[in-house]
């Protein structure tokens, strides 16, 4: 059973500009969550889609959007990117259910310059 | 708000047990975690306990929970240097009102083994 995989897994960008990291969860998974990870703050919650829904939403600005499509995978993106967005983002997958064990991918290393 | 509180660093001999304790604050959480995360990679669940058990064991590893002390602690015996890692301890609340959870992590103790 293939896990959930994360593209691209390192890319460079410059302050200003957008990006978009893209996340397909384990197959039968509906609910895809984003995490922020940061040496400073460590792991933060940034939001959790479920059939294509937005469901929860961490303390972030505006700037930080994503999207679920119908097959479940699932897109980020962060406009005007600054320079403390470099950071580790990491989707994880789950089935609905009493546990809600998460399933995370290795992550997108993002580096603004 | 929640909070979960790791000491950052550990180091264990090999062959010994290594104890990573981490404590939370949220009294209405359900389950709590274990993640470990090696260099360049993402986070990968260990074990988890319900809020109603003391203890849990898992080959190497056992999790005991003092929900009256919200402190969790993970033991890993007869610890080798593949265990080096970060670990995570995580708790998750109640749900928000669309049912959605968040997990709400520690900043995670990093394990060193000696050989």
């Known amino acids: 059973k293939a896990g959930v995989t994360q593209t691209p897994r390192y890319l460079i960008k410059t302050r200003g500009q957008q990006v978009t990291l893209s996340c397909s969860p384990i197959s039968g998974h509906r609910s895809v969550s984003w995490y922020q990870q940061t040496p400073g703050q460590g792991l933060q919650f940034l939001f959790e889609y479920f059939s294509e829904t937005q469901r929860n939403k961490g303390n972030f600005p505006g700037r930080f959007s994503g999207r679920q499509f119908s097959n479940s995978r699932s897109e980020m993106n962060v406009s005007t990117l600054e320079l403390g967005d470099s950071a580790l983002y990491l989707c994880?997958?789950?089935?609905?259910?009493?546990?809600?064990?998460?399933?995370f991918g290795a992550g997108s290393r993002l580096t603004v310059l | 708000g929640e909070d979960v509180e790791q000491s950052l660093f550990l180091s264990v001999r090999e062959g010994d047990s290594s104890v990573i304790n981490c404590t939370y604050t949220?009294?209405?959480?359900?389950?709590l975690y274990w993640y470990k995360q090696e260099p360049g990679a993402g986070l990968q669940l260990l074990t988890y306990?319900?809020?109603?058990?003391d203890m849990k064991q898992d080959q190497r590893l056992t999790v005991l929970l003092n929900k009256k002390d919200k402190h969790l602690s993970l033991r890993i015996a007869d610890t080798q240097t593949g265990d080096s890692a970060i670990y995570f301890c995580?708790?998750?609340?109640?749900?928000?009102?669309?049912?959605?959870?968040?997990?709400?992590f520690g900043k995670g103790t990093k394990l060193s083994v000696i050989p």
């Open positions: 306990i319900f809020s109603n058990m």
């Open positions: 995580a708790e998750k609340g109640l749900p928000s009102g669309a049912g959605s959870y968040q997990l709400t």
């Open positions: 949220d009294s209405s959480s359900t389950y």
């Open positions: 994880a997958s789950s089935v609905t259910g009493q546990a809600n064990v998460l399933t």
